[in-house]
């Protein structure tokens, strides 16, 4: 039963991990390139490991610390190398395709 679950976990893993890469390919400027590995080879490799712990714990009868470990360290590394390669990015001046928003005008302050 095991193995049917963390063959079920590999296959979602794996299309989370080729759909970031498309949109690594596909996407236009670097911030939104940026955006869709991080995003999704997070998930895909989360469901990697969770593939990794189910299986460990199907066939040696107990949990392994180690996938949890390695996934403690990816979701704390992959949203700050994302932070500092946007930050340089915008240190470079380096400009979005993406249209900004809208600003709300304003309101005055009165009395003062």
Do not use: N, Q
Request: charged content about 15%; glycine content about 8%.
């Amino acid at each position: 039963m095991s193995e049917i679950f963390a063959s079920i976990l590999i296959v979602i893993g794996a299309a989370f991990v080729l759909i970031g890469s498309f949109g690594l390919l596909r996407f236009p400027d670097f911030f939104t390139r940026l955006h869709a590995p991080t995003k999704a080879t997070t998930l895909g490799l989360a469901a990697l490991l969770g593939a990794s712990v189910a299986y460990t714990a199907g066939t040696e009868g107990g949990i392994s610390v180690r996938e949890f470990l390695i996934t403690f360290f990816l979701f704390i590394t992959a949203p700050v190398s994302a932070h500092v390669l946007a930050r340089a990015a915008i240190r470079r001046r380096l400009h979005s395709l993406a249209r900004l928003p809208e600003m709300p005008a304003r309101a005055e302050k009165t009395g003062e």
